[in-house]
Every structure is written in C-alpha cells, then in structure tokens.
C-alpha cells in the first residue's frame, strides 16, 4: 500500500494496486499551479486508489478545456486527479510512502523554465512523450514589465503581483513541508525585502496556511486554483517568492540544496550545485 496526504492532513489517500508513469512535467501550468520548478506525477487505475478522507475539502480548477486539477482548500497542496478514462494521477512530492518506482523521463521539457537547468540523463520530450501528439495549453500571460520589473501571477491569472528588488538569495529547498505544500520534489523559493513586492490585483484571493507545530512557516495559495504563492513575513521583513509563480525570466535560478538530508527518495540530486542537510551555516 501507498499512503498520500495535503500538507494540513485534511485530504488522505491509498493505493492498493501497481502505479507506473512517473516523469517530471516542465509545462508552464504545472509550474504554476505548484509554484514549483516542475511537478512529478504517477498514476494508477481508479480501481487502485481509495480516497480515505477530505473529499468535502477537495477544490477544483478547470486549467485547460476539460481538464480540471484538485487542490486542499485549507492548505493549498495539490492532491490527485483524474486524467482520461479510469486513471488517476498522483503528485508524488505529496506520498507519505516510497513509491517503489522512479521517474523515467522529462516531458515538456521545451516549456521548462529558464531559471531551471535539467542536470540528470533521463530523457526528455518537448510533449507528453515522443509518440504523443498532447499540446501545452498555456495559462493566463501576464503583463509586461518594465526594466528592473518582474512580474507574476496564479494559475487562474486571479492574482497578479510585481517585484521591483532582485532576490537576496534562491534555494531549492527539499524539507518535507515544501514537498507537501508544492506537492512536488522540491520548491525554488527566491528572498527579497517585505518592500521588493507589490499586489497589482488579487490579495483577497490569497489563503495561508500556518502548520500548527511550525515557527513560522505558512504557505500562501491562490483559493480559485490552488496555485503557490508569495509569502510576506512581516515578523522577518522579508517575501518569499515560488518562482514558479513568476511570468517572466529573474535572470538567475538556485545557488544550491536546502534540506537535502530530507529528500524525497524518489528523487536523485544531480548537478553542482552546494547540497546542505538542512540550513547552509551562516555567512
């Protein structure tokens, strides 16, 4: 059996039956609704999934015609979904349990973000997959920016925010409340001052999730579509960008691994970038 659950706990699953499919999806919706550099998904039959509790808690956004992805109204992390005809796909940064398999490729490799790099060999198909004719659709675009602007928005183009600073510093960071609240393998968060960011439309879309035993951590989300979104922490003075949120290129990405002592086992770290078991000691 695999187990599943939303960062909160409220949306619990089981799968009681074999899962395969697993690849890491770089399409620019993903990115999006996870606010996350990618999103890893698995899938089973619906004969082998079991919905265990928070069906009342399950919203669901229509990202593309016909295609709706299901998000934990309370926490924000992306929980499984239908895809075709008696299957169901699973974001693998939200099992509870080692999935047994491994991720075997990379599709919509052409649409990942520029601040990204893809380091590992697995292969990797500008689509679905080689032999799929499945097109992106892309989410809402955002405004353009002005020199010195970058720009972000939601899923549902609901919220729409800009930052004026460049970030003090970007992590990958791999703890286990990032992979639940991204519902990915890890997230990108970039830091800028509290000052280095501004709502142009939306704030009253966005919902916060503080984790009861947590300091302060407390992911922000989009209620209409779930997506990830800036956290400002008015205790440290700072926001936090998901730079999966953003629209347009900052022009630099991580500078190493956070956390990598609490990776998912499901996901190999590859590339040169510095990988610290939990925080990076202070400068």
């Given at each position: 059996?695999?187990?599943?659950?939303?960062?909160?706990?409220?949306?619990?699953?089981?799968?009681?039956?074999?899962?395969?499919?697993?690849?890491?999806?770089?399409?620019?919706?993903?990115?999006?609704?996870?606010?996350?550099?990618?999103?890893?998904?698995?899938?089973?039959?619906?004969?082998?999934?079991?919905?265990?509790?928070?069906?009342?808690?399950?919203?669901?956004?229509?990202?593309?015609?016909?295609?709706?992805?299901?998000?934990?109204?309370?926490?924000?992390?992306?929980?499984?979904?239908?895809?075709?005809?008696?299957?169901?796909?699973?974001?693998?940064?939200?099992?509870?349990?080692?999935?047994?398999?491994?991720?075997?490729?990379?599709?919509?490799?052409?649409?990942?973000?520029?601040?990204?790099?893809?380091?590992?060999?697995?292969?990797?198909?500008?689509?679905?997959?080689?032999?799929?004719?499945?097109?992106?659709?892309?989410?809402?675009?955002?405004?353009?920016?002005?020199?010195?602007?970058?720009?972000?928005?939601?899923?549902?183009?609901?919220?729409?925010?800009?930052?004026?600073?460049?970030?003090?510093?970007?992590?990958?960071?791999?703890?286990?409340?990032?992979?639940?609240?991204?519902?990915?393998?890890?997230?990108?968060?970039?830091?800028?001052?509290?000052?280095g960011i501004r709502f142009l439309k939306g704030e009253d879309l966005l919902l916060s999730y503080k984790v009861p035993e947590a300091k302060t951590y407390t992911p922000t989300f989009c209620r209409v579509c779930g997506a990830g979104m800036p956290r400002?922490?008015?205790?440290?003075?700072?926001?936090?960008?998901?730079?999966?949120?953003?629209?347009?290129?900052?022009?630099?990405?991580?500078?190493?691994?956070?956390?990598?002592?609490?990776?998912?086992?499901?996901?190999?770290?590859?590339?040169?970038?510095?990988?610290?078991?939990?925080?990076?000691?202070?400068?």
């Open positions: 059996m695999i187990r599943g659950s939303c960062l909160c706990g409220s949306v619990g699953w089981e799968i009681h039956g074999p899962v395969g499919n697993m690849s890491h999806c770089h399409c620019s919706i993903c990115r999006k609704a996870h606010g996350a550099p990618f999103a890893t998904y698995l899938s089973t039959d619906m004969d082998s999934y079991r919905l265990v509790t928070g069906e009342g808690t399950i919203r669901r956004y229509e990202s593309s015609p016909g295609f709706s992805r299901s998000f934990c109204a309370t926490c924000g992390s992306v929980v499984p979904m239908r895809v075709g005809e008696g299957r169901i796909a699973i974001p693998a940064g939200c099992l509870d349990d080692d999935p047994g398999i491994r991720p075997s490729m990379h599709i919509f490799a052409a649409s990942k973000a520029p601040w990204h790099p893809i380091t590992d060999n697995l292969p990797r198909h500008n689509a679905y997959s080689a032999e799929s004719t499945l097109s992106e659709v892309a989410p809402p675009a955002g405004g353009s920016a002005a020199p010195g602007i970058l720009h972000g928005s939601c899923l549902c183009g609901g919220v729409a925010f800009e930052i004026n600073e460049p970030f003090k510093v970007v992590h990958n960071c791999h703890c286990g409340r990032c992979r639940k609240a991204r519902a990915a393998a890890h997230t990108t968060n970039g830091f800028i001052s509290i000052d400002l922490r008015q205790e440290t003075g700072n926001a936090i960008i998901p730079l999966g949120s953003l629209d347009g290129d900052p022009g630099r990405g991580a500078e190493d691994h956070i956390f990598a002592g609490s990776k998912a086992p499901w996901y190999d770290i590859t590339g040169n970038l510095p990988q610290f078991d939990e925080m990076p000691p202070a400068v």
